[in-house]
């Protein structure tokens, strides 16, 4: 079995939005919607204060809330964990919205452009009116990922076949892969590093690990050897 | 402590979700009540219309609210873990045999009514738990506090169309509003304890108001009324049910509104770690 993930790196994450920019190149999302989105947080108290970036979005839940509240079926989880929303079922009741614990989802009601009513070239190419009235949300880019595996490219190594937002981080922070095999770059890094994942404690299994230290050295080693 | 967004109201679900949840409660409470009334079959009737009106009024609210409108059948799709979807089933039930309640005047069709109402308010305090986005309404007790403020709203609902209407109050609606208001109180008090530590200081803010309002206006004021109508003449009677049934009604719509609109705050993002930079 599949399941890709993706993750980032807190340590290296500049907060510099490139891969906002580049989702919302690829995916020409409205503006206010931004599927990948890099928060700003301050962290600690003074005098021990620390300014993190942290790349959000959906998380492609195991158990995704959105998925068992959608009265439609709109909303599926494929088998290699990407969390789907079908825009001919939606009937756009944010029920998915509210259940959503990382405030992934957004509704569009009307066509909103960057740059008022004429969408620009990218805008125009990519422009649904299917996503009007309906629950959107980052898609992993499954196309990019089904089209690149179908040419035999493996997502997370060959750009061709990775997010958008992935192939587009400057610090390299960004990464996707699929978890579920042993020797794939993200299987790597979550064993040589120490990770977590946002509100785990809500059981919803998220795709989606932040790195923030290298781990004990012990451990780094046994699992470097392979043991 | 980190200081990223804070939590900020969810925005998809407005007032036209909200009455949903106010009109759909108050609705199945009334048909709740006017099922086992020894009322004449037309003020039957009427009451069980009233009660329809009311949830078909709160769907059609909700129904504004979705963004493709011509699809709202999709809604009956996923009966298998959806409580909207549920809902939506229990509301066809609940308007066949209510309506056929009406045209036969069969109790047993009122009865299977009453049934499909109470599996209504369940179904809307169960779409509140299954939101895990926000705190204020995933917490497990969500459910029995909406499920008794509908029966309160019901109970209050019914002893004004009954005074309305000139028809005696019959006494077990009496109690059971006094019943469903105190049964109401409990579950507010249940949910607060529980709840509290989870919710955003501005989403306490806007609870606690509403609450306390669920104890003054929506407990004492009542019990204190039904008391004073007892030890009254009839028409300081007629008119002291009527205030009680109205104090009632009021409460619970408010609290569902501020639950629903002013209360629903997200959780927003922490950081359970800081990043380690800088080598050593």
Known sequence: ?227 | MSYGPKPWVQLHWDARAALNFIFGGAGSGLILFAAFAPFTQRLNQAAFLVGLALIGAGLLSVWMEIGRKLRAVHVFFNPFTSWMTRESFVALVLFVAGLSAIWTGLPQLAALAALAALGFIYCQGRILRASKGIPAWREPTVTWLVFWTAVAEGAGLFLVFAVLAGTRVPALAVASLALAVVARGIAWSGYRRRVEAQLAPKARAALEPAGKQLYQLGAVVPLALLLTGEATDIFASGAALLLAGAAALAAGWRFKFVLVVRASFNQGFALPRVPARGGK
């Open chain 1, 1 to 227: 079995m599949t399941r890709w993930v993706m993750i980032a790196d807190l340590r290296r994450c500049v907060g510099c939005q490139t891969c906002t920019a580049a989702c919302k190149h690829t995916n020409a999302t409205p503006p206010e919607v931004q599927w990948r989105r890099v928060l700003d947080m301050e962290v600690g108290e003074y005098p021990d204060v620390k300014r993190v970036f942290v790349p959000v979005g959906c998380m492609h839940c195991a158990d995704p809330p959105c998925m068992h509240v959608c009265p439609s079926t709109a909303t599926r989880k494929r088998s290699d964990g990407i969390v789907t929303i079908d825009y001919d079922l939606c009937i756009g009741c944010a029920y998915c919205a509210v259940a959503c614990p990382y405030q992934a989802r957004y509704k569009t009601d009307k066509p909103n452009f960057a740059y008022g009513d004429a969408p620009m070239e990218n805008e125009a190419a990519v422009h649904d009116p299917k996503r009007l009235g309906v629950a959107t949300k980052c898609t992993f880019c499954s196309d990019r990922i089904d089209a690149g595996l179908a040419k035999g490219l493996k997502p997370g190594v060959d750009p061709e076949a990775t997010p958008a937002c992935v192939n587009s981080c400057i610090a390299g922070a960004l990464h996707f892969g699929d978890k579920e095999d042993p020797h794939s770059n993200v299987s790597k890094l979550l064993e040589e590093n120490e990770h977590f994942r946002m509100h785990e404690e809500l059981g919803t299994d998220p795709g989606f690990y932040y790195l923030w230290d290298k781990a004990a050295k012990e451990g780094y080693e046994r699992g470097r050897s392979g043991r």
